[in-house]
């Protein structure tokens, strides 16, 4: 078991930036793969915005790329999203993800892959 929860969230002007922060809790081996998933206003479904996995692959979203980085610090088991250059369209509630299992893929796993999930947290970006 683990446990997941995210900060950072808030509002901003696009073009702004945000750091989003998941700290983690609990079984280190749940935590193989990680990963941030996004819910915009409307959407049925979570879309898988980056990910990264124990040896440090990473794979992010066409949407986000060049704009987005992920990172974790092992140390302090926490996973961060960096966001820069923010849109409206990247207005959603943000969330944590992880699974025991390895990110393998070269893109970020559907949201049915992880078994474990943060509460969320809301980022609004006004155009």
């Known amino acids: 078991q683990v446990q997941l929860a995210e900060s950072g969230g808030g509002s901003v002007e696009a073009g702004g930036s945000l750091r989003l922060s998941c700290v983690t809790s609990?079984?280190?081996?749940?935590?193989?793969?990680m990963a941030w998933f996004r819910q915009a206003p409307g959407k049925e479904r979570r879309e898988g915005v980056a990910?990264?996995?124990?040896?440090?692959?990473?794979n992010y979203a066409d949407s986000v790329k060049g704009r987005f980085t992920i990172s974790r610090d092992k140390a302090e088991n926490t996973l961060f999203l960096q966001m820069n250059s923010l849109k409206a369209e990247d207005t959603a509630v943000y969330y944590c993800?992880?699974?025991?299992?390895?990110?393998?893929?070269?893109?970020?796993?559907?949201?049915?892959?992880?078994?474990?999930w943060g509460q969320g947290t809301q980022v609004n970006v006004s155009a």
């Open positions: 993800a992880s699974d025991r299992s390895s990110c393998g893929g070269n893109s970020v796993r559907p949201f049915n892959f992880f078994a474990y």
């Open positions: 990910s990264i996995g124990q040896s440090g692959i990473i």
């Open positions: 609990g079984s280190r081996t749940s935590t193989a793969c």
